[in-house]
């Protein structure tokens, strides 16, 4: 660790970042406005301040930035301030959540058409403390002397430290969600008031992409497969896949209304699978192109990248292709595979918004719902959960990508 | 055995391979050697068919290798090549284990035969055998090359250009380690090549190969001898003759030494007529330099006149080829050199006339297919 380098004469040196943070958060609690408060939710609403809500509570707060900027200034080691920067950017937040709630259930507990929406205040704090914590966990920067003053106490054993804001945020979240804390919060008044629909549009949001990358994977590996073996092949798949990539996803499900509503028409059992010009068919098959093409492309190029000479030597000594495939190209090649599901999966997630409109369902329901109505909470209720479902989708996938790599070829972590 | 008849491949319309018949012999190691896209590596390939011929057949012990189905033909038959080819994402022991696993080999007798493996390679089993394939050097990953190909135990082992990535340096030791495990082992090697000076030093035989045909096959010192036609000589090189030399060891050349030991009988008088140069050791036989006896009378001590200067580069071992005992000479402005032991004790001497004697007595029998030991050895 740092320790040596930290010596007093370069600890006495002002960490400027920390200092700039603890402001930003010092004028988010105690200048921007805190909540907005209407008396139903297409209304008009009045912004409060925290100050204005409970001065004691603002105080107790920017004391805290306070503290952090003190450390900031004061001659100690960049052990010390990293600490102190880094409590203090996870205290911060927890207490404002916790204090959202209680402040929502204050002001609206009893009126079920009031919404009560985190404003600025909020959202600033957050975004200062994140910063705050990065910076205070952050390896320093090599070269200058005054790297070595900048708080790398996170450095070594910050392999948890670091990853604790991705773990805490979600999961005090989750614990107030559930505890009903933040039930008067106005995005929450909104999902009470929709909850079965609201579920109903995240399993359909849910099955919607997912079938989709089930379908674009199972087309995109053969894609790939096939490319690999043959060149002409390759140049038309890749050709036609990569044009549907850049058709804007409302465009495709336009050019998809007439085929399949002639086709449906046509014959009717079709019809009856449910198969018509709008609704989850078409939307299925744009969206299963969209999945294609990053898992088409990165099958090739996982199968393609294995040299010639290692199918040459398994070849050579005796390997049938099923284990030239199964002991070769298939460990070699499946962390590439893998990483196109992930990047196709986690853009499928955010295109199934999309296929609200033609009415195939999913949480874009509540969005366009929510811009048509001119309600935000609503919008919310739809992107929120959409948000989660992308990051969720995105770190299952790093780590199912991560244990598949061979350990050699992994970088380290 | 390994014998083709009447083999022809055609590309396209290119005959890579040209009505080749050539038949390897039991336990010897031939080289197929001629320049890049002389159909060589095309030719060791269709021995497991990783291409099939287009006409003509090959013989395996008798057998037609289309009889077998090829996994089975290729799991008999050890395979190394010029990239190595080892799977990155497993341990040096587990591509040590390919074909032994693809042969159902049980745990245990994997596990021992990879040790055994690395042993006969010269690397510590327990230091390598977890290893993977990025941790090793060029010439460590070639050794495993070569010790997957040798797992299973094949009588039959086929190399195409597998030194050829690696530095001279490590080349030299990579072919001398080789040829110790094949003295010991005994494997009948296809070597592909187009090292001429490689396949001099390793093979028992050598087919010289040139737009798909057999220009010539026969053991090294009558290939140097008699090149079959000019674009052999040309293809072996002016320096054949040299060449030829570095099949020869010093070892059956070398005769008594006419030496003197630094303290006792150094200034002992010598009879006139005697010889003008003596070599001057230490009691024990270490060779301190050499003593020009007619400059001796000038020096009032005789040790005074030893020169001890160029010695180390004078002295040659038992082992080392007539080609560098002549180089030496050359090299030294010396008509004879010391020949030492491993601990630099004089053993005796060898001199120009006996080269030149080597390369005049066309039918000596040179050792049979054990080349010298690399060059430079000391």
Same mark, same amino acid.
């Given at each position: 660790m740092n320790e040596r380098l930290a010596t007093p004469a370069a600890a006495a040196g002002v960490d400027l970042r920390t200092i700039v943070f603890a402001a930003i958060g010092i004028i988010a609690v105690l200048a921007l406005p805190f909540v907005r408060v209407r008396p139903n939710r297409v209304a008009d609403g009045v912004l409060q301040l925290i100050v204005q809500l409970d001065p004691p509570a603002a105080v107790g707060l920017a004391l805290i930035w306070l503290a952090a900027a003190g450390c900031a200034v004061a001659p100690l080691s960049a052990q010390v301030r990293g600490r102190v920067t880094a409590a203090a950017s996870l205290l911060v937040p927890f207490l404002m959540i916790l204090y959202a709630g209680a402040v929502c259930r204050r002001l609206g507990g009893s009126d079920p058409i009031a919404r009560i929406s985190l404003s600025t205040g909020f959202w600033i704090t957050m975004l200062a403390s994140y910063a705050a914590f990065i910076s205070a966990s952050a390896r320093p920067a090599a070269g200058g002397p005054q790297d070595a003053t900048r708080p790398g106490v996170l450095r070594r054993r910050s392999a948890i430290l670091r990853r604790l804001p991705a773990v805490a945020v979600p999961v005090v979240l989750a614990a107030m969600l559930l505890s009903g804390l933040l039930d008067p919060v106005s995005v929450m008044r909104e999902f009470s008031v929709q909850k079965n629909v609201f579920f109903a549009e995240t399993g359909t949001h849910a099955a919607l992409s997912g079938a989709a990358v089930l379908i674009g994977g199972v087309i995109g590996v053969a894609i790939g497969v096939l490319a690999l073996r043959r060149a002409v092949f390759r140049r038309v798949a890749f050709f036609i896949v990569n044009i549907v990539q850049t058709i804007p996803s409302l465009a495709l499900f336009g050019l998809l209304i007439l085929p399949l509503a002639a086709l449906s028409t046509r014959f009717p059992l079709l019809h009856s699978w449910g198969i018509s010009g709008i609704g989850r068919a078409?939307?299925?098959?744009?969206?299963?192109?969209?999945?294609?093409?990053?898992?088409?492309?990165?099958?090739?190029?996982?199968?393609?990248?294995?040299?010639?000479?290692?199918?040459?030597?398994?070849?050579?000594?005796?390997?049938?292709?099923?284990q030239l495939l199964a002991r070769v190209e298939v460990p070699l090649a499946l962390p590439l595979i893998l990483a196109g599901v992930r990047t196709a999966a986690v853009q499928s997630v955010g295109n199934t918004v999309v296929t609200a409109l033609i009415g195939a369902g999913g949480?874009?329901?509540?969005?366009?719902?929510?811009?048509?109505?001119?309600?935000?909470?609503?919008?919310?209720?739809?992107?929120?959960?959409?948000?989660?479902?992308?990051?969720?989708?995105?770190?299952?996938?790093g780590g199912l990508v991560r244990a598949v790599t061979p350990k050699p070829l992994r970088e380290p972590a | 055995m390994i014998r083709f008849e009447?083999? &022809?491949?055609?590309?396209? &319309?290119?005959?890579?391979?040209?009505? !080749?018949?050539?038949?390897?012999?039991?336990?010897?190691?031939?080289?197929?050697?001629?320049?890049?896209?002389?159909?060589?590596?095309?030719?060791?390939?269709?021995?497991?068919?990783?291409?099939?011929?287009?006409?003509?057949?090959? &013989?395996?012990?008798?057998?037609?290798?289309t009889t077998l189905r090829p996994e089975t033909l290729r799991r008999s038959i050890g395979y190394v090549i010029q990239s190595v080819g080892l799977f990155p994402h497993l341990t040096v022991a587990a591509n040590i284990a390919t074909v032994p696993e693809l042969l159902g080999w049980d745990r245990p007798r994997i596990s021992s035969r990879v040790a055994e493996m690395l042993s006969l390679v010269g690397m510590e089993p327990s230091l390598y055998r977890d290893r993977y394939p990025s941790e090793l050097s060029g010439g460590e990953a070639q050794r495993i090359g070569v010790a997957r190909a040798l797992a299973s135990d094949p009588p039959v082992v086929l190399m195409d250009e597998p030194f050829s990535a690696v530095?001279?340096?490590?080349?030299?030791?990579?072919?001398?380690?080789?040829?110790?495990?094949?003295?010991?082992?005994?494997?009948?090697?296809?070597?592909?090549?187009?090292?001429?000076?490689?396949?001099?030093?390793?093979?028992?035989?050598?087919?010289?190969?040139?737009?798909?045909? !057999?220009?010539?096959?026969?053991k090294p010192e009558q290939i140097l001898e008699n090149p079959a036609?000019?674009?052999?000589?040309?293809?072996?090189?002016?320096?054949?003759?040299?060449?030829? !030399?570095?099949?020869?060891?010093?070892?059956?050349f070398v005769h008594a030494a006419v030496s003197a030991t630094i303290n006792s009988d150094l200034d002992a008088p010598r009879p006139p007529g005697g010889p003008r140069y003596l070599w001057v050791t230490e009691a024990d036989g270490t060779l301190l330099g050499s003593l020009d006896t007619s400059l001796a009378a000038r020096c009032g001590e005789a040790r005074a006149c030893v020169s001890e200067e160029n010695i180390r580069e004078m002295a040659v071992l038992p082992d080392s080829s007539l080609k560098e005992a002549l180089s030496r000479m050359i090299g030294t402005s010396a008509r004879s050199l010391p020949v030492v032991d491993g601990q630099f004790r004089l053993v005796g001497e060898i001199s120009l006339s006996d080269v030149e004697e080597a390369s005049e007595k066309q039918s000596r029998e040179p050792r049979g297919g054990v080349p010298a030991a690399s060059e430079g050895a000391e």
């Amino acid at each position: 660790m740092n320790e040596r380098l930290a010596t007093p004469a370069a600890a006495a040196g002002v960490d400027l970042r920390t200092i700039v943070f603890a402001a930003i958060g010092i004028i988010a609690v105690l200048a921007l406005p805190f909540v907005r408060v209407r008396p139903n939710r297409v209304a008009d609403g009045v912004l409060q301040l925290i100050v204005q809500l409970d001065p004691p509570a603002a105080v107790g707060l920017a004391l805290i930035w306070l503290a952090a900027a003190g450390c900031a200034v004061a001659p100690l080691s960049a052990q010390v301030r990293g600490r102190v920067t880094a409590a203090a950017s996870l205290l911060v937040p927890f207490l404002m959540i916790l204090y959202a709630g209680a402040v929502c259930r204050r002001l609206g507990g009893s009126d079920p058409i009031a919404r009560i929406s985190l404003s600025t205040g909020f959202w600033i704090t957050m975004l200062a403390s994140y910063a705050a914590f990065i910076s205070a966990s952050a390896r320093p920067a090599a070269g200058g002397p005054q790297d070595a003053t900048r708080p790398g106490v996170l450095r070594r054993r910050s392999a948890i430290l670091r990853r604790l804001p991705a773990v805490a945020v979600p999961v005090v979240l989750a614990a107030m969600l559930l505890s009903g804390l933040l039930d008067p919060v106005s995005v929450m008044r909104e999902f009470s008031v929709q909850k079965n629909v609201f579920f109903a549009e995240t399993g359909t949001h849910a099955a919607l992409s997912g079938a989709a990358v089930l379908i674009g994977g199972v087309i995109g590996v053969a894609i790939g497969v096939l490319a690999l073996r043959r060149a002409v092949f390759r140049r038309v798949a890749f050709f036609i896949v990569n044009i549907v990539q850049t058709i804007p996803s409302l465009a495709l499900f336009g050019l998809l209304i007439l085929p399949l509503a002639a086709l449906s028409t046509r014959f009717p059992l079709l019809h009856s699978w449910g198969i018509s010009g709008i609704g989850r068919a078409p939307a299925l098959i744009a969206l299963s192109f969209y999945a294609m093409l990053p898992i088409a492309r990165n099958t090739y190029t996982g199968l393609e990248q294995i040299p010639a000479s290692l199918r040459d030597a398994g070849k050579g000594m005796g390997m049938t292709h099923g284990q030239l495939l199964a002991r070769v190209e298939v460990p070699l090649a499946l962390p590439l595979i893998l990483a196109g599901v992930r990047t196709a999966a986690v853009q499928s997630v955010g295109n199934t918004v999309v296929t609200a409109l033609i009415g195939a369902g999913g949480l874009g329901v509540f969005i366009f719902q929510g811009l048509g109505q001119f309600a935000s909470d609503m919008i919310l209720l739809g992107t929120l959960p959409v948000i989660a479902m992308a990051v969720l989708t995105d770190m299952l996938m790093g780590g199912l990508v991560r244990a598949v790599t061979p350990k050699p070829l992994r970088e380290p972590a | 055995m390994i014998r083709f008849e009447g083999v &022809t491949r055609v590309f396209g &319309t290119v005959k890579a391979v040209d009505g !080749l018949d050539l038949t390897v012999y039991d336990r010897e190691l031939c080289i197929l050697v001629g320049p890049s896209g002389s159909g060589k590596s095309t030719m060791l390939r269709m021995i497991n068919r990783l291409i099939e011929p287009s006409e003509g057949r090959i &013989t395996l012990d008798g057998n037609d290798v289309t009889t077998l189905r090829p996994e089975t033909l290729r799991r008999s038959i050890g395979y190394v090549i010029q990239s190595v080819g080892l799977f990155p994402h497993l341990t040096v022991a587990a591509n040590i284990a390919t074909v032994p696993e693809l042969l159902g080999w049980d745990r245990p007798r994997i596990s021992s035969r990879v040790a055994e493996m690395l042993s006969l390679v010269g690397m510590e089993p327990s230091l390598y055998r977890d290893r993977y394939p990025s941790e090793l050097s060029g010439g460590e990953a070639q050794r495993i090359g070569v010790a997957r190909a040798l797992a299973s135990d094949p009588p039959v082992v086929l190399m195409d250009e597998p030194f050829s990535a690696v530095d001279p340096v490590n080349r030299l030791r990579l072919q001398d380690e080789f040829l110790s495990i094949q003295r010991e082992l005994k494997k009948t090697v296809v070597f592909v090549t187009h090292d001429v000076d490689e396949a001099i030093r390793l093979a028992d035989r050598i087919a010289v190969v040139r737009s798909g045909r !057999l220009v010539q096959y026969d053991k090294p010192e009558q290939i140097l001898e008699n090149p079959a036609d000019p674009f052999v000589a040309a293809f072996v090189g002016a320096d054949r003759a040299l060449k030829r !030399l570095s099949r020869f060891l010093v070892r059956p050349f070398v005769h008594a030494a006419v030496s003197a030991t630094i303290n006792s009988d150094l200034d002992a008088p010598r009879p006139p007529g005697g010889p003008r140069y003596l070599w001057v050791t230490e009691a024990d036989g270490t060779l301190l330099g050499s003593l020009d006896t007619s400059l001796a009378a000038r020096c009032g001590e005789a040790r005074a006149c030893v020169s001890e200067e160029n010695i180390r580069e004078m002295a040659v071992l038992p082992d080392s080829s007539l080609k560098e005992a002549l180089s030496r000479m050359i090299g030294t402005s010396a008509r004879s050199l010391p020949v030492v032991d491993g601990q630099f004790r004089l053993v005796g001497e060898i001199s120009l006339s006996d080269v030149e004697e080597a390369s005049e007595k066309q039918s000596r029998e040179p050792r049979g297919g054990v080349p010298a030991a690399s060059e430079g050895a000391e």
